[in-house]
């Protein structure tokens, strides 16, 4: 939410529809078992490679 300048509501309607997230719903992988600081970064990541892609 502080890192991209967005409300509360804005960022988690945002994060709900990443790659990220769905990897999180995913239990037969180890995602949910990383720390919150590891999976924000994967989030961070993933923003990245698509503002790159467009």
Do not use: C, V
């Not at 995913?26 to 999976?39: F, P, Q």
């Not at 961070?44 to 698509?50: I, N």
């Amino acid at each position: 939410m502080e890192k991209s300048n967005l409300s509360f509501p804005d960022a988690m309607g945002k994060f709900y529809h990443s790659k990220t997230y769905k990897a999180l719903q995913n239990t037969e992988n180890t995602l949910w078992a990383e720390s919150a600081g590891y999976i924000a970064d994967r989030y961070y990541e993933e923003q990245e490679e698509a503002q790159i892609n467009k």
